[in-house]
């Protein structure tokens, strides 16, 4: 039997990275994996540094499958942090089947020449995705931008009693970026932690 190795990543603290814990634990008794670790973790995948994800990626060996729920889970990364993720994940040789993408399932168990067709196949498709969970990551954060313009050409106080607008708009060009972590936002626009995640959250509903 394969083994498979889950990977499971939500973005901030009060959201429950090991959601689809259970999820991929049946896919992998389904296809016949062996689950050989799983890796649960709370950070942007913005964010290419992660320990988990580098854990995984330090334990796995050749062959292995790395297992995901959805790619947006491993990747919201910039096109050249994901290029040098995948060419990680491929130098080890690491099978990635995701459990929203169908077609990487033939991965699980198909290693003649049809698993390399689906295998460039799936490449392709998983590039896609990845570029589109980067977009979405870009326009969610576009929208806070927007939000707190619209605010201001309404006259409403934005943030409230007590809020520095301009650090505000500082969060909002941070977030933006989409490569730092809220920790590190928080320190460099000189917020508290709490307060880039309301932003976040007020802007994105």
């Known amino acids: 039997m394969s083994e498979a190795h889950l990977y499971l990543r939500a973005s901030t603290k009060d959201q429950d990275a090991e959601r689809a ?39 796995a060996t050749p062959g292995d499958v790395l297992l995901v729920e ?17 060419g990680v994940i491929e ?5 990635l089947v995701v459990a929203d993408l169908p077609t990487s399932h033939m991965l699980v168990n198909d290693k003649g ?35 707190l313009e619209n605010k201001r050409a309404r006259g409403e106080k934005v943030g409230g009693k007590g809020r520095d607008q301009k650090k505000w708009d500082k969060v909002a060009d941070l977030l933006k ?10 320190k460099l626009a000189g917020v508290g932690v709490a307060t880039v995640y309301r932003i976040k959250r007020e802007f994105l509903s």
Do not use: C
């Open 113 to 147: 020449i049809t698993g390399q067709v689906m295998q460039v196949i799936n490449s392709m498709l998983i590039d896609l995705m990845a570029t589109m969970a980067r977009l979405d990551q870009e326009k969610r954060v576009e929208r806070i931008k927007q939000g």
């Open 91 to 95: 130098a080890k040789r690491l099978r």
């Open 21 to 59: 814990k259970q999820l991929l634990l049946d896919f992998a008794h389904h296809n016949n994996l062996t689950v050989a670790g799983i890796y649960a973790e709370n950070i942007s995948g913005t964010k290419l540094d992660r320990p988990e994800l580098s854990r995984l990626l330090g334990t």
């Open 70 to 86: 959805s790619v947006d889970r491993l990747s919201r990364l910039s096109q050249e942090n994901w290029s040098h993720l995948k």
């Open 177 to 186: 970026r989409g490569s730092l972590t809220m920790d590190e936002i928080a």
